[in-house]
Every structure is written in C-alpha cells, then in structure tokens.
C-alpha cells in the first residue's frame, strides 16, 4: 500500500510515517493512493480491518506460524484462514443501534455507536491497534501521554502485540486508574512537571530514542480511529444520516472523523454528507469558543475540572482540524454544563440501556443544545458517537427510593402490586 503524509492545512505532503507535525505546525494524516471504499467489495475481515485498504498497514500476523497474513485467504478475503491474532482484530466492528426510546428526550430520531464495546472500553483501542501493529512490524517499543483510556488502550495493545509500552502519566495520578493502566504491565512513569508539555515533548524524544509514540492525534492513530465513521456509514449505506455528535477533546477523533468523510465523498458513495457536530465540557471548550468567536484558530486556556473527565483538554493539538471539520461539514462545536452531563448519562442508561461515561454522554446533552437552536431538526436522523463504557467508574447516581427492601416471604405480593 502506499501511503503519503498530507497536511489538511497547506496541502503540504511527507513521504516520512514517522512525522506527526507539518512544517506549518498543523497535525498531518495519512492518505492513501490505492483506497478501496466500494461498500459491496469492502472484506468481511475482523473490526476495523475491513477497511484495511485506507489503513496504512496490515493486520498483525502470527509470527510463529507460517503463511504470512493469518486473518485472511488471499483472493477470498470473507474467508479467515486461521484465528485473528491479538486484541487488535478485536478493535472496531461495535454495534450501531436505533435507540427510539431516546427520541422524545433528545428530540431527534436517535442511533447509538457503542464504542464501549471495544477490548479495553473506547475507540481508542481503534487507534492503538494500527499504532501498535506497525510499531510491533517494526519490533520497536511504543509510548503515549495519557493517564486516561488511550493509556489503557495502548498498554492492552502492547501487551497483545509483546511489545513494551512507555505510558506517562502525570505525579498526581490516581491510584484507580494506575491499577487500571497496570494490569498490562506498561512500563508506567509518573512525570513531575507541566503535563501538558509532555505532549510535544514526547514528540522530539520519540524519533531520538527509538520509541513510536501513538499520541491523541498521531497520524496512524487518527488513521485507525477514522475506522469510527467509515463504520457508521457502512451501515447506514445506501441511506447516511443526517448528523453524527461526538465529544472532542484533543481533536484527533473529530478530525478522524472528517477525514473519513472526505474519503468517502471522493470515492462517490455518499448521496449525502452528514454534519459533523462536536462537543466540550463548558469548563475546558476552547474549541467550541473559537467556533462562537467565528476563530480560525484555538487558543489555549487553563481548562477547569469537569466530570467528563476524558475531555477535559484546554489545549487540543488538533483543536484547528476539529473547528475546520465542524465547519467544512456545516455542524458547530458547542459546551455543555457538568448538570446536562449529568442529567444525559441518567437518560442514556435508563431509556438505552447504555452506560456511558460522562465524556460520551456530552453527545446527548450537545444534542439538547443543537434541537434549541434548530440546528438539528425533529426528523433528523442523529447519530451519538457513544465513545467509551461508563462501566470503568462509579455510577455516582443516588439509590433509588423506589427499590424496596421486603421479606421473602412478602416478594410475591409486592411484586403483584408493582407491575401491572
Ligand atoms: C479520548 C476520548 C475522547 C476524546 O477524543 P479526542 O480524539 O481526544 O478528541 C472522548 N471520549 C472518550 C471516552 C475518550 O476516551
Ligand atoms: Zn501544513
């Protein structure tokens, strides 16, 4: 396969794959000359690996048994020669489902994309397993910047792939998402110091010591993770909806997002493009601020807490490319309170049955916002990009009054007189 580096920005092209930044500073992404997007000839290969003709590399092999790529029999790729290897064919491929129960309370026709089904809970596991098979070609190690799920995911990957893992996390780190990330056995750093230079940081010292460091927006990470969308209208094919939401934090998702879009739409098999709508938490949304001052570019601000911890990013290294997306898409970018994220998981988990972290569950409280303003219409066709479980945290919702303790010997009558 061939792929080029290309700025979304200037146009700009590198024939390096190991470059994240394009000299004008803007993240770069993969294109592919030789992508296939027919949805009639795409392969019935495992998770996101039926798009591996827009990946920049190939499904991970077994080593230790002959016959080159495993996952599929060359000429007939709806047919797996062996098993998949790794939790890598395990990435991707989660379920999209109409959620009618959510429609009067978002007030749209509602979809939900799961991607709490993925191995390790989000759609990072989509990114980390592209990042990590073409680290694990390569036999070098691989890092990230995260104390979050992209730490987890990547150490997941690592571990599957017996490559080692290089995860920083700042000082402070709590010890449940320590022994979250530890399981895999990463090899975890605490850094002392601004975390949020860590970033680019990682950037210098990776090339220098050898180590692929697959951060939010790294190009084969948005590569992989572009699998969310390309997935989403698979599914909808012939017909696309009319709106995706999705939380956005470092821009890397929303820019995957956009870019499956634009392959999709050269490749002639939209009738239609679907808005892309983004969402922050109100107390770190310097996106969705550059959206309402009509900006062309993201300032960094000294973002506050907030529930939707996944998402809490006063400084997006693709904050530019997520406010290019929104708009390019005709969608915009907007906050929402810790008391409508709040408010959105309850709904979720109790008329969807999806529990959600608060982070994914800033899609239906953007959504309340987007039906107020009239930007989404009551027969719309919605799509809440569901980006991780919330099955990783507390609930954190009060017992119910309504669960009553009663004697055993009572269970029947009560039950009689609460169900109808
Ligand atoms: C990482 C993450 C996001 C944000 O994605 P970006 O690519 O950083 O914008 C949203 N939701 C969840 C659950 C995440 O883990
Ligand atoms: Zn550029």
């Not at 799961?114 to 592209?130: H, I, L, M, W, Y």
Request: hydrophobic share 40%; aromatic share 4%.
């Amino acid at each position: 396969m061939a792929a080029m580096l290309t700025c979304y920005a200037c146009g700009e092209e590198y024939d390096q794959r190991e470059r994240a930044r394009c000299a004008c500073g803007e993240p770069l992404w993969f294109e592919m000359d030789d992508a296939n997007l027919e949805w009639e000839t795409l392969p019935d290969a495992p998770g996101l690996w039926r798009y591996k003709s827009v990946l920049p590399i190939d499904p991970p092999t077994d080593a230790s048994r002959e016959g080159g790529d495993v996952s599929t029999v060359s000429g007939d790729p709806s047919r797996t020669a062996l098993p998949p290897v790794g939790i890598a064919s395990g990435a991707g491929g989660t379920p999209l489902f109409r959620t009618p129960m959510l429609d009067e309370v978002a007030g749209c026709t509602t979809y939900l994309k799961d991607e709490g089904q993925n191995p390790t809970g989000s759609f990072k596991d989509r990114g980390s397993a592209v990042g990590v098979t073409a680290a694990a070609e390569r036999g070098r190690p691989v890092g990230t910047v995260s104390h979050g799920n992209m730490a987890m995911s990547m150490a997941a990957h690592a571990a599957s792939a017996d490559i080692t893992c290089v995860v920083l996390v700042p000082a402070d780190i709590s010890e449940t998402r320590l022994q979250l990330i530890s399981q895999y056995n990463p090899l975890v750093i605490r850094v002392d110091g601004n975390y949020g230079r860590l970033y680019e940081r990682s950037l210098e010292l990776g090339p220098e010591l050898g180590i692929s460091f697959v951060n939010s927006d790294s190009p084969l990470r948005v590569a992989g993770q572009a699998t969310t969308t390309l997935e989403i209208l698979d599914e909808f094919a012939p017909a696309v909806p009319d709106a995706l939401v999705m939380p956005v934090s470092s821009g890397g998702h929303a820019s995957s997002a956009w870019k499956a879009l634009r392959d999709l739409e050269a490749a002639g098999v939209l009738s239609s493009l679907p808005t892309l709508h983004f969402v922050q938490a109100a107390s770190s949304a310097p996106i969705a601020a550059a959206f309402a001052d009509d900006e062309n570019t993201v300032s960094p601000i000294k973002g506050g807490g907030t529930i939707a911890y996944s998402i809490g990013n006063g400084d997006p290294p693709s904050g530019n490319r997520a406010l290019a997306a929104a708009r390019d898409t005709g969608g915009r970018v907007v906050a929402v309170t810790d008391d409508e994220i709040r408010a959105a998981t309850a709904e979720l988990a109790a008329r969807a049955g999806a529990c959600v972290e608060p982070a994914s569950a800033t899609t239906l409280a953007g959504t309340w916002n987007l039906v107020d303003d009239g930007v989404i219409n009551a027969d719309d066709d919605v799509v809440l990009v569901a980006t991780g479980t919330g099955f990783k945290e507390d609930v954190g919702q009060p017992d119910s009054p309504e669960s009553p303790t009663v004697p055993l010997k009572e269970l029947e009558a009560t039950l009689k007189r609460r169900i109808d």
